[in-house]
């Protein structure tokens, strides 16, 4: 399980995460719906918004929960 525990906690492990780790959680990402970005996408995209995609779809996840 990628996270657990508070909103907190969320949001400090995904801050603490360097760009090869937040590409691979993005890549592995375990919810109700797929997300399908290429790679080049994410190589271009800046540290915190590749954070800001990692944390909307965990949020995601757990509303529906």
Request: charged letters at 30%; a positive charge.
């Amino acid at each position: 399980m990628l996270f657990s525990g508070s909103v907190e906690q969320d949001i400090t492990t995904i801050a603490c995460m360097k760009r090869k780790e937040l590409k691979i959680k993005i890549r592995d990402f375990q919810g109700r719906f797929k997300m399908d970005f290429s790679e080049s996408y994410l190589n271009s995209a800046t540290e915190d918004h590749l954070r800001h995609i990692l944390y909307a779809a965990r949020v995601q996840t757990k509303r529906r929960n």
